[in-house]
């Protein structure tokens, strides 16, 4: 058990190490989020009727903490495409540590990254004229951790069954950009057509935002087009779906060829 | 009990017989040679022996623990140097080593202690905080040794430790690996197609397209293909075969202006040639016989191929090109 934890904190901070020694992904991974809340939510505020109560940019904006989230929790998954393609795989692999350990290890290490630009973010609140409290943000910091573990597993998860960068590239952005445009990040999730509402319904990243609203604008907590579902129900998706992609992406790595 | 204990193992891929039942023993404390050509399947048995691959029948073991069943036993006692480098170049060497203390279970007050005396003994202690990808070939190659025996393994697997370095750097990863059993107190399991390299092992098994094709200790070996040749040049090498005729029964053949002169303890025959010769002798010149003998008599032929030390190379600055440009 001890060298497991020992494991998990290895791979955790090999991860950091060389996040920290990479500084310009981390640049050039914040432009997309910047871009999406000043340029998509800034033009649509004008085109979108203001009834949901507040300006549409204050709105996307649990959206957006969503898809900083996304995007590097999921693309974090690619070290394990480069650990296999590089061969550093195989260290973990012949070790004598659980396969759990090394698939938690890296989850966590995606947490961690997409955690700190999803603050980074955050930070930007008073920018477009949203007010949030003091004892607000650990919630929502605490909140943008689990979904991005849970979306970190999901990458490890898809990154199992790839050996290389290319067709691992071409499934992710296949995977992410619907993810997140049937998330309810950028428009409530029951005003879609019902086939399209099902498909959000099966999207844990629709909860992760959802939740996020709920700790973003407290206040509002009866406002009927910010909320879907119910706070209780959006962390349970997360805290299955977190553990059955650990799981199954766990298996994976054991299984032999 | 021997360390490891493989017994007739076999691995298909599709429809090739990568390794064809195969069964071997190591003892302990020994360094044991897999010699052959590429593709005879060398790293196919290593993935299996070190729980990457489940074989497709047969059985593997190592200090009796079951290779498949028992995988976490297996891999607390073994250190593997794979073929292809599997150190992380972004890091430093020391994290690196530290990385693999921690994956290893090395308790943590050790670590420092560990780590330094490992790069000191590779000769890279005053490299220690360069990142990996500063390092030359050979660099690499001692790194991952010394952290293939950081956590005190039983058995070290070496994959062609020496492919693709220069003989200078060869020279010396073999030193360096000739002494592990030794200091290290670790059976020492190697692959490598350079035959000259496998002379520094206890046992030989050869193998070639999925099957050992013989197994014994060097010496061994090499008596299978007769015994030693004595070159001599002499000031009349007529009169010279006519007198060892004479006087030592030793029928020397003349070739090329030299006598040649099979023996089978060559270098215990030479003094007594010479002082029955006595002063007719101008040089001597003793030829053994090599394992690329062995193995060119047991497959008809050569094991040679020097091309897949550079095919590697490429390979590995093809990837680093094209992580350099895929990931932006
Ligand atoms: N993953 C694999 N899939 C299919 N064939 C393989 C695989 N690995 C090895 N082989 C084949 O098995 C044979 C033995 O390969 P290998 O064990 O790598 O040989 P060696 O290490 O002695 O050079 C070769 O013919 C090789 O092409
Ligand atoms: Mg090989």
Same mark, same amino acid.
């Given at each position: 058990m001890s060298t497991d934890l020992n494991a998990i904190y290895v791979i955790v901070a090999r991860e950091l190490i060389k996040f920290v020694r990479e500084k310009g992904k981390l640049v050039s991974t914040l432009a997309r989020p910047l871009i999406w809340l000043f340029l998509v939510g800034g033009g649509m505020s004008r085109v979108v009727s203001p009834d949901m109560g507040m300006p549409y940019m204050q709105f996307i904006f649990p959206g957006i903490l969503g898809m900083?989230?996304?995007?590097?929790?999921?693309?974090?998954?690619?070290?394990?495409?480069?650990?296999?393609?590089?061969?550093?795989?195989?260290?973990?692999?012949?070790?004598?540590?659980?396969?759990?350990?090394?698939?938690?290890?890296?989850?966590?290490?995606?947490?961690?990254?997409?955690?700190?630009?999803?603050?980074?973010?955050?930070?930007?609140?008073?920018?477009?004229?949203?007010?949030?409290?003091?004892?607000?943000?650990?919630?929502?910091?605490?909140? %943008?951790?689990?979904?991005?573990? %849970?979306?970190?597993?999901?990458?490890?998860?898809?990154?199992?069954?790839?050996?290389?960068?290319?067709?691992?590239?071409?499934?992710?952005?296949f995977i992410v950009m619907p993810m997140f445009f049937l998330s309810g990040a950028m428009y409530p999730v029951k005003t879609l057509p019902p086939a399209l509402g099902l498909l959000t319904m099966l999207n844990p990243l629709t909860y992760g935002i959802d939740a996020l609203k709920y700790m973003v604008f407290p206040a509002k907590g009866g406002l009927s087009l910010t909320h879907d579902f119910s706070l209780a129900v959006d962390i349970a998706v997360i805290a299955v779906c977190s553990t059955v992609f650990v799981l199954i992406a766990g298996i994976m790595f054991e299984r032999k060829k | 009990m021997p360390i490891i204990k493989v017994e007739n193992l076999t691995k298909h891929f599709g429809p090739v017989a990568a390794v064809d039942g195969i069964a071997f023993e190591?003892?302990?404390?020994?360094?044991?040679?897999?010699?052959?050509?590429? !593709?005879?399947?060398?790293?196919? *048995?290593?993935?299996?022996?070190?729980?990457?691959?489940?074989?497709?029948?047969?059985?593997?073991?190592?200090?009796?623990?079951?290779?498949?069943?028992r995988s976490s036993e297996v891999r607390k006692k073994i250190g593997i140097v794979f073929q292809d480098t599997t150190l992380d170049k972004e890091l430093t060497a020391y994290e690196n080593l530290s990385f693999h203390a921690y994956l290893y279970g090395v308790p943590k007050d050790l670590h420092k202690k560990k780590i330094d005396a490992a790069l000191d003994f590779i000769?890279?202690?005053?490299?220690?905080?360069?990142?990996?990808?500063?390092?030359?070939g050979g660099m690499k190659r001692r790194l991952e040794v010394a952290r293939g025996i950081i956590h005190e393994p039983a058995v070290l697997f070496l994959d062609e430790p020496t492919l693709g370095l220069d003989p200078q750097s060869r020279a010396n990863l073999w030193e360096f690996i000739s002494k592990l059993p030794e200091k290290s107190g670790v059976t020492v399991f190697m692959t490598t197609?350079?035959?000259? &390299?496998?002379?520094?092992?206890?046992?030989?098994?050869?193998?070639?397209?999925?099957?050992?094709?013989?197994?014994?200790?060097?010496?061994?070996?090499?008596?299978?293909?007769? !015994?030693?040749?004595?070159?001599?040049? *002499?000031?009349?090498? =007529?009169?010279?075969? &006519?007198?060892?005729?004479?006087?030592? !029964?030793?029928?020397? &053949?003349?070739k090329n202006g030299e006598l040649f002169i099979q023996a089978v303890r060559g270098d215990a025959c030479i003094p007594k040639l010479i002082s029955s010769l006595?002063?007719?002798?101008?040089?001597?010149?003793?030829?053994?016989?090599?394992?690329? /003998?062995?193995?060119? =008599?047991?497959?008809?032929?050569?094991?040679?191929?020097?091309?897949?030390?550079?095919?590697?190379?490429? =390979? /590995?600055?093809?990837?680093?090109?094209?992580?350099?440009?895929?990931?932006?």
């Open positions: 900083t989230i996304l995007f590097s929790s999921i693309f974090s998954s690619i070290s394990i495409i480069w650990d296999k393609e590089f061969g550093f795989m195989k260290e973990m692999l012949v070790a004598p540590v659980s396969r759990f350990s090394i698939v938690v290890g890296k989850a966590l290490s995606g947490t961690l990254v997409s955690t700190i630009q999803a603050v980074i973010i955050l930070l930007l609140f008073p920018v477009i004229g949203l007010k949030i409290d003091a004892v607000q943000i650990p919630l929502i910091v605490f909140m %943008c951790m689990g979904l991005a573990f %849970c979306l970190a597993s999901l990458g490890i998860l898809i990154a199992t069954f790839y050996e290389n960068f290319e067709s691992f590239s071409v499934i992710m952005n | 190591v003892e302990k404390n020994s360094i044991f040679g897999f010699l052959g050509p590429n !593709g005879a399947g060398k790293t196919t *048995t290593i993935n299996i022996l070190c729980t990457l691959l489940s074989p497709t029948s047969g059985k593997a073991a190592i200090d009796g623990h079951d290779c498949m069943t000769g890279l202690y005053d490299r220690k905080d360069d990142q990996v990808k500063k390092f030359s197609h350079y035959m000259e &390299e496998a002379e520094i092992c206890n046992r030989i098994a050869i193998i070639d397209k999925g099957r050992i094709i013989v197994n014994g200790t060097p010496e061994e070996l090499k008596k299978m293909v007769g !015994g030693d040749v004595i070159y001599l040049k *002499t000031t009349n090498n =007529k009169l010279a075969a &006519e007198e060892l005729k004479k006087t030592m !029964g030793i029928g020397a &053949e003349e006595a002063d007719m002798v101008l040089s001597v010149r003793l030829q053994r016989p090599t394992l690329n /003998d062995v193995f060119l =008599k047991l497959t008809g032929k050569a094991i040679r191929d020097e091309a897949q030390g550079s095919g590697d190379e490429l =390979k /590995d600055s093809i990837r680093s090109y094209r992580k350099k440009f895929d990931k932006k």
